[in-house]
């Protein structure tokens, strides 16, 4: 079967294409040149020698079968990060395309993807020739979907980085304005690449002034400069982490050697730590030879472990309130739950807080993660454990028992192994799709 991806209609330069499962790329007639001086040029070779742009094959003279991505992610599910790194590699990106006489023709944060451990370019077709004198046209696109975000996520709130789920087009610099701290004003980086759009001549003329090459190259030289000053301080210490963990010593290390060995029993494939924390157990997942995406809805939690594990695939995102779809249509950024399937599920110490923080009813959550896996490794927090007890208190809640647990479960799984941990009243169940 034959798809056309719907979230690729805005770009004349070519076709995003499903073609019996694999993603191919048709090039437009009006781009063919454009696609074949960016090939002999020597730019593609270069870029995708760095880790800054993804490889492709040519099927035909007009269609590329780009390497193919596990898990499609969007700037609003990303960690300070991840988000920093994209912005700098499309900055590298554009100069290196300058040194070959070219030029980034847009600056959507969306072309940018976390593949192989590095935040690289997937838009092959996002390059234009080089005009002498003419302005680097996406760099307001470029200041919207990268360096607002990061502002507002540094100086006022993580949460402010998924404004751009709101408007597809980035976050608008006059919101941003308004939400900053004022003395930013006197930032002169930030006056000039913020404030100083409100200043600026309307018509289009004063619009395109001529720019040399030189100082072209200054101008991005100095936003680059900008986003690499820019820093993210958690705002607790992971020390504190740890010590929200209700495990004693012997608990915490018998629960990490039963999932080592439930993980070990079946064919490393794709697994989605849901409620990951700090990442304990993707990282072990990722050891054993697992593709990993890790989602957890603390923030500082996700750019730790973005921060410390390239392999790992670290996504900001409250699973009782998943990303959903946007754009034109709602089709042209397809939500969480549409993106995510995996060989395996970990879902681990967190029941309880879908169940009784969230009054998700247990068949609820039974029939969603049965949607998206085929194993499911799940623990069971009952409702007498202290962590459990504190959620709930002075709650009301649906119906929680394990009774309860294993009749929703066990209408979509057949249960596999159950295994108490140790000095804990918590239980590991190992669950296959029925």
């Not at 696609?35 to 002999?40: A, C, F, I, R």
């Not at 900053?180 to 619009?207: A, E």
């Not at 029941?351 to 998206?372: D, M, R, W």
Request: with cysteine; aromatic share 10%; glycine share 6%.
């Amino acid at each position: 079967m034959v798809f056309k991806e719907e979230g690729s209609f805005r770009d004349p330069a070519g076709q995003v294409i499903l073609d019996k499962g694999i993603y191919i790329r048709q090039i437009s007639p009006g781009y063919l040149n454009d696609y074949k001086y960016l090939m002999h040029s020597g730019i593609y070779e270069r870029l995708v020698s760095e880790g800054l742009l993804i490889s492709h094959t040519e099927k035909d003279d007009n269609i590329i079968v780009p390497e193919q991505l596990w898990f499609v992610s969007y700037p609003y599910e990303w960690s300070f990060h991840y988000l920093k790194q994209a912005a700098i590699n499309t900055l590298k990106i554009n100069r290196i395309a300058l040194d070959y006489n070219m030029i980034l023709k847009d600056a959507s944060a969306y072309n940018m993807q976390r593949h192989n451990g590095k935040m690289m370019l997937v838009d092959t077709l996002s390059f234009a020739p080089y005009i002498e004198g003419v302005a680097w046209r996406p760099y307001l696109q470029f200041c919207q979907h990268f360096l607002y975000p990061l502002l507002l996520m540094k100086h006022r709130d993580t949460a402010l980085g998924k404004l751009s789920m709101l408007n597809i087009d980035g976050v608008p610099g006059e919101l941003v304005k308004k939400i900053l701290p004022w003395w930013l004003i006197f930032s002169p980086s930030v006056f000039m690449n913020l404030y100083l759009h409100h200043l600026m001549p309307k018509s289009d003329k004063d619009n395109n002034p001529f720019i040399s090459r030189r100082a072209l190259i200054a101008t991005l030289d100095l936003l680059q400069r900008l986003v690499e000053s820019l820093n993210y301080k958690p705002k607790r210490g992971w020390n504190q982490y740890e010590s929200m963990c209700s495990y004693m010593n012997v608990s915490r290390r018998d629960k990490a050697m039963q999932v080592v060995q439930i993980l070990a029993r079946g064919k490393a494939g794709t697994l989605c730590d849901l409620g990951a924390n700090t990442g304990e157990y993707s990282v072990m997942a990722s050891q054993m030879g697992y593709q990993v995406v890790a989602i957890d809805a603390d923030h500082d939690c996700v750019d730790h472990i973005a921060s410390l594990h390239a392999d790992i695939l670290a996504l900001n995102v409250d699973l009782s309130n998943p990303s959903p779809a946007i754009g034109w249509g709602n089709r042209e950024r397809r939500g969480l739950l549409e993106r995510l399937q995996v060989d395996t599920i970990l879902a681990l110490a967190l029941i309880h807080h879908l169940c009784i923080g969230n009054n998700v009813p247990l068949a609820n959550v039974a029939k969603l993660l049965a949607a998206h896996c085929q194993q499911l490794v799940i623990e069971f927090v009952p409702p007498d454990d202290p962590k459990a007890k504190l959620l709930g208190r002075n709650r009301v809640y649906p119906a929680y028992s394990q009774l309860i647990f294993e009749e929703e479960f066990g209408k979509y799984f057949s249960l596999m192994a159950v295994e108490r941990i140790k000095d804990s009243c918590r239980s590991i169940y190992l669950y296959q799709k029925s």
